[in-house]
């Protein structure tokens, strides 16, 4: 079987005006498993609104939109990411807290790379004061960790027993960073 064609999207910077229709799109990947640390109930408009915030005043949030509605159909969002930087001094060179969804019909056609890539392309050309990328995923969403590998994110441990699956087990996360200078 050839491989899905690669989905035509435009990105954007994130605006509060797409809080609700990332509401859904976090709690449509939530409900499948082996991805986001959230279950779908565990998506509020609260979780979304503070991460929305957090990201607009402080980091970076983009949006993948798919359609520009010549066809009738209305623009979606498909996926987004974001991180943000905390309010400590020390800790201010750090964008963190990333986290990348992409709608599961949508997914393995490049959606999830071109998001990625590009908050790198921002922080790497025009945020020189942010020295470091950070996330943390589970071992087993060996998908996620190849693509952040082949962007030039590194491993870098393993927190054993850290995530409770859905089957009850447990497994690591795996904390990775990309860093200016590496
Ligand atoms: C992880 C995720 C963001 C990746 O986005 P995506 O749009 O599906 O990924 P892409 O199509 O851009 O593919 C990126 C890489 O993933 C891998 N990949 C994609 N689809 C794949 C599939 N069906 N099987 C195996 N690997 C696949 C490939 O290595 C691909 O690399 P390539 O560009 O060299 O082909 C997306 O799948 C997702 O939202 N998953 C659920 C939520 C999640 O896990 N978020 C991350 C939490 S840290």
Do not use: C, K
């Not at 035509?8 to 409900?31: F, N």
């Not at 890539?117 to 922080?123: D, K, M, T």
């Amino acid at each position: 079987m050839s491989p899905p064609e690669p989905l035509t999207v435009t990105l954007r910077a994130a605006t509060e005006d797409d809080q609700d229709e990332i509401v859904a799109l976090y709690r449509r990947v939530a409900a499948t498993t082996g991805g986001l640390a959230r279950s779908a109930d565990e998506i509020t408009s609260g979780y979304v609104m503070g991460f929305l915030a957090r990201s607009l005043e402080t980091g970076i949030v983009l949006v993948a939109v798919e359609g520009r509605g010549e066809d009738g159909a209305p623009p979606r969002i498909v996926g987004e990411i974001h991180a943000w930087r905390g309010p400590l001094e020390v800790f201010a060179h750090v964008l963190g807290e990333l986290t990348v969804a992409v709608l599961p019909e949508a997914q393995g056609r490049g959606v999830g790379r071109m998001l990625f890539a590009e908050l790198l392309r921002i922080v790497r050309e025009s945020w020189p004061d942010i020295e470091r990328v950070e996330l943390i995923t589970r071992e087993s969403n060996a998908r996620a960790i190849a693509l952040y590998e082949s962007l030039g994110l590194q491993r870098e441990g393993r927190l054993e027993g850290r995530i409770r699956r859905a089957d009850g087990g447990l497994e690591a996360d795996i904390p990775m960073g990309w860093l200016r200078t590496r």
